[in-house]
């Protein structure tokens, strides 16, 4: 037991230099999505998609996200995207993303490969998404116009495990990493991390609904009091799929 102890003690000494050298919130979150799939022909369909994510659980703005592209399909097993995507942040925590705390948009181009898998009655996917974005910055809160537009790569991995539980329930879980790269990165190399834990119901092959539990990890551009600045967001998710085919 001693020699339990000894160890513990040791990690957690091991772990103070790095919490004195953070700053963290942490802010309840809920995220609701409506994702329509239209279908144009055998391999190819759109996609819309719409994301109201709020702090508080559901009483403020933290996002508003619309995403619009296309699907094709070269594979059973195997699905190119590209989209383009409208964000907007809105100054939300103790310790917010822009450093002028106010509202700003981004837009986004992305490219992204999902390939799907069975693990025998379970089905596992891998969705590999590269983004290229340019975020409106602002000098001050007077300023009616960005006074600039900051370019920046990003590259997400996220792998989802589907198991169903009866002929309409199923489980989910999924984990997603965001690393950032090129020029004009600040101190986010490592950008964020999404964890889901879901339970879903599946009404028919057109329509499923899922929702659960939603933790964020995102890593602030910049330092404060020359310290690195994370959020740490957790939540409730829900999300809502039309398969138009």
């Not at 619009?68 to 059973?76: D, E, Q, R, V």
């Not at 837009?107 to 069975?118: D, G, H, K, L």
């Not at 101190?187 to 009404?203: A, H, P, S, T």
Request: glycine share 6%; aromatic share 12%; hydrophobic share 40%.
């Amino acid at each position: 037991m001693k020699q339990v102890l000894l160890a513990v003690a040791a990690c957690m000494a091991t772990l103070l230099p790095y919490a004195q050298t953070r700053v963290s919130d942490h802010n309840d979150i809920g995220w609701f999505t409506t994702t329509i799939t239209p279908r144009i022909t055998s391999k190819l369909s759109g996609h819309i998609e719409y994301q109201w994510r709020r702090d508080n659980i559901v009483t403020d703005w933290q996002q508003s996200l619309l995403r619009i592209g296309l699907n094709y399909k070269i594979h059973p097993q195997v699905t190119l995207h590209a989209g383009y995507g409208w964000i907007v942040t809105f100054p939300y925590s103790e310790h917010q993303l822009s450093a002028v705390p106010r509202s700003f948009g981004e837009r986004r181009i992305y490219e992204q490969v999902v390939v799907n898998s069975t693990v025998g009655k379970a089905s596992l996917s891998h969705r590999f998404r590269l983004e290229q974005r340019w975020l409106a910055k602002y000098n001050s809160l007077e300023a009616h116009q960005p006074d600039t537009y900051t370019y920046l790569n990003r590259i997400r991995y996220m792998p989802r495990l589907d198991v169903p539980l009866n002929k309409h329930l199923f489980a989910a879980l999924y984990d997603e990493l965001f690393i950032g790269f090129g020029k004009n990165l600040g101190e986010n190399v490592f950008d964020q991390n999404r964890l889901g834990i879901l339970m879903g119901y599946k009404f028919n092959n057109n329509i499923r609904i899922e929702a659960g539990f939603l933790n964020q990890i995102v890593q602030l551009s910049r330092e404060i009091d020359g310290k690195n600045a994370f959020q740490y967001n957790s939540g409730v998710i829900v999300n809502t799929h039309f398969n138009l085919f």
